[in-house]
Each structure stands twice: as C-alpha cells, then as structure tokens.
C-alpha cells in the first residue's frame, strides 16, 4: 500500500538566508515551523564577519522570534561568519570558542547577493584564516563558483572544483569543508570522492526543477537563484546523491527572501524562497524517487552528524494531502512569492511533536 505518513525526527536546515530587520520578521515564522535549527548566512549590509557581530546578529534573531511568540519553539540559530581576504586567526580563534558560531562562509567576490566583500584570491589570501579553521576544526561553507566572466555561467561549479577545491584540499586536507547548494554532476562526484570531511548540501528547487524551468512559456524569475538551475542530467545526479546512503549530502534549503517586484524587473535578484514548504518540495523528491526511507538521513541525522552537533529528539510528522502553496504571502510593505507558488503539492507537513 502506498505510504500515507511520514514521521522523521526534526529536520534542520543547514543554509539558510534569514536577512535582518523587517525582512527577518516577516519570514522567520516559515523556518521555525519546518526546522528545528539553521544554519544562518552572513551576507548582510555589512556582512557579519567578527563574533561581536554574530553575536548581535543573533540577538536580532532571537528578538525577532519574542515579536512572532515563537520564543518557545525551541529554534536554535547556529551562527556563522563571512570570510574576508582580512579575517585573521584571532577572528577564527574566537569563532572556535563561542558557543553560537558554527561555520565561517567563503564567498568569491562578486559570486552572488551582497557578497562585495568576499574573499579574491582564497588560497593566496586567506591561509591564516584557514590554518586555524583546520587546526579548531570550523568548518568551511563554500560557494562554489568561479566568478570570472570569460566562465560560462553554467559552467561556473565545475570550473571552481579544478581551480578552487582540488588544491585547497590538497592543502588543508583535514579542513571540514562544506560545498553549499551544489548543483551539478561534476559536484556530486568531487564530494562523493574527496578526501577528508566533506559534505555537501542540495536545495529542493536544484533537485526538482532543471534549466528549463527558468525559460518555460518566458522568463521565469522566480526560478533564478545562485548557482543556477543545470540540465537535466545534473538534476538526476543530484537526486540520486541526495537519495544515496552517502553521509555526505543533506538538507540546506538556501532559501532566500527577495521582494516580489525585486525579482521581477529588468534585474532582478538571485533567490528562491523556500522556507514556507522545504519539507513539502523535497518529501516530493524523495518519493518520486521511491526513496522515502532515507529521507530522514538526509533531513535530520547527516547534518548534525557532520556538524558533531547532537540529533533533534523531537519528531514532525509528514502526510499525503494536497498542500496548496500561495500565490504569495506577506513581506513587510511587500509580498514574497514562494518557490512552486501556486501549485498543489502532493505531500503537507502535519504537526510538531
Ligand atoms: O540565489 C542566491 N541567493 N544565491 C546566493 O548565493 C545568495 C542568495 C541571497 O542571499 O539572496
Ligand atoms: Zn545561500
């Protein structure tokens, strides 16, 4: 008989975009239904890249739970710092011994939003920074993409493992590295095969959709977020690792609230929202794939695994029943489409135990 339930223990969401001020108000609520932690960006105005700025960072978050009444769900947010070209083994130093701060996050100059600051030249400019991070064991969240504009934009990921992951592997091989939101063949087979503590996460719209979602009947902006969406082939690849034993890949939504009229214009931002219904899109793809078996792996155990953080005790429960996902909802004095809007989904997420 077909399986009509789904209860896992509670997921976390190891990549999300939480933004500050208004912006976080409005969509924190989203996360907390679905995750019990998140691993939390850092590329805000200005990017947070010294503990005192987790730390108030942090605080803005936890104030902003009060405002919701969600202060009593138990959410945690597991902070993270932006690497700068300046980040010295002090600033690593104090990230290793606070409670609150978990990863620091490479960003290559240029690659994606607010990300002016990040870092030129990783293994010429950084090595103080990364030594340590080696030596107190933070790990290293990475987007993945070469920013130079003679790169194909599709080709951006796979060009970055040649120049970028191979030596930095090489020469911090003990260095835990997560490779963020992957989206192609050529990233699933450098993680399932790296040396050393590495792991990966995948978003829902990288396992559901391909490349054509972006083009279907017109521009689609909704669709557009950073890495983009690959071929077909690479979908597949990413599902089968994703729906794999392999304890390398797991759950990060990258979800990533941008205004409605933000993404539909001449330029518009690179992000898909997420946070609403992450539960509900990747139980589609575990099913579709037959593999809803190992949907909790990947949801809950191979992250905190990864992290040495403790698994969540408490447990969600998911059911087959059409799940309407809104058009839009509320964003401050806007609103924020979210990813598959306006579709019935065949799986809803029930209650929280
Ligand atoms: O699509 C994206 N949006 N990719 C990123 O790397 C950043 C994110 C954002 O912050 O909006
Ligand atoms: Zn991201």
Known sequence: M?????TITTP????????DGDALKAVIGDTVNQFRRAIVMPNLRPPVTTVAMAARYRDEILQALAANGLSDRG??????????DNTTAADIEAAAQSPFVHAVKLYPAGATTNSDSGVTDLLGRCQVALAAMQRHGVPLLIHGEVTDS??????????????VMHPLRKTYPELKVVFEHITTKEGVQYVRDADGPTAATITPQHLLYNRNAIFTGGIRPHFY?????????????????????????????DSAPHAKHLKEMAC??????????????YAMVFDAAGQLGRFEAFASHRGPDFYGLPRNQS???????????????????????????????PWSLSHHA
């Open 150 to 163: 003679h790169v194909d934009v599709f080709d951006r990921e796979a060009v970055f493992i040649d120049r």
């Open 12 to 19: 976390d969401d190891w990549h999300l975009h939480l933004r």
């Open 2 to 6: 077909t399986q009509q339930t789904l």
């Open 225 to 253: 977020c950073l890495p983009i969406l690959k071929r077909e082939v690479h979908r597949q690849a990413l599902v089968e690792a994703a729906t794999s034993e392999s304890p390398r890949f797991f759950l990060g939504t």
């Open 315 to 345: 447990t969600i429960t998911l059911k087959r029943e059409p799940f309407k996902v809104p058009e839009y909802i509320a964003f401050g004095e806007s609103t924020l489409v979210p990813l598959a809007a306006g579709e019935t989904l």
């Open 75 to 84: 959410f945690e947010p597991l902070m993270t710092l932006y690497l700068t």
């Open 268 to 281: 518009g931002c690179a992000g898909c929202y997420s946070a609403l219904n992450a539960l509900e899109l």
